[in-house]
């Protein structure tokens, strides 16, 4: 964000207008542990190019892109726990769908027949 500083200098006389850049680089970390291991499985220095400057090229054995830490058992159980909760709410969903169709059919059924059920 411009401070007001800067905008009062963009709009003033100046032959030149000043544009500030940032640029954000991931770059690699000797001291964070070379045999560190990825949530795919592979070390982290596997994730950077080794010829070319260590350049975070992502991991050259998978297709995984960015090292990322290998989720401990309480993350697995959230989300073993979610993915069962999501499952279990799609079947409710459909079966509440059945159920409501089942009963437009026979409320349907009932209608054409003039409301009367044989006894």
């Given at each position: 964000?411009?401070?007001?500083?800067?905008?009062?200098?963009?709009?003033?006389?100046?032959?030149?207008?000043?544009?500030?850049?940032?640029?954000?680089?991931?770059?690699?970390?000797?001291?964070?542990?070379?045999?560190?291991?990825?949530?795919?499985?592979?070390?982290y220095?596997?994730?950077?190019?080794?010829?070319?400057?260590?350049?975070?090229?992502?991991?050259?054995?998978?297709?995984?892109?960015t090292?990322?830490?290998?989720?401990?058992?309480?993350?697995?159980?959230?989300?073993?726990?979610?993915i069962?909760?999501?499952?279990?709410?799609?079947?409710?969903?459909?079966?509440?769908?059945?159920?409501?169709?089942?009963?437009?059919?026979?409320?349907?059924?009932?209608?054409?027949?003039?409301?009367?059920?044989?006894?």
């Amino acid at each position: 964000m411009l401070t007001k500083k800067e905008i009062l200098e963009m709009k003033s006389d100046k032959p030149y207008i000043t544009k500030r850049k940032i640029v954000i680089e991931r770059l690699y970390n000797k001291d964070f542990g070379d045999d560190k291991v990825c949530g795919c499985g592979h070390s982290y220095y596997r994730h950077f190019d080794t010829y070319e400057g260590m350049s975070p090229i992502g991991c050259k054995y998978c297709d995984c892109i960015t090292w990322h830490p290998i989720p401990n058992e309480e993350d697995k159980e959230r989300e073993r726990l979610t993915i069962e909760w999501n499952k279990k709410y799609e079947e409710e969903k459909q079966n509440g769908e059945r159920i409501q169709i089942e009963l437009e059919k026979n409320k349907n059924e009932n209608t054409h027949t003039g409301g009367t059920e044989a006894s």
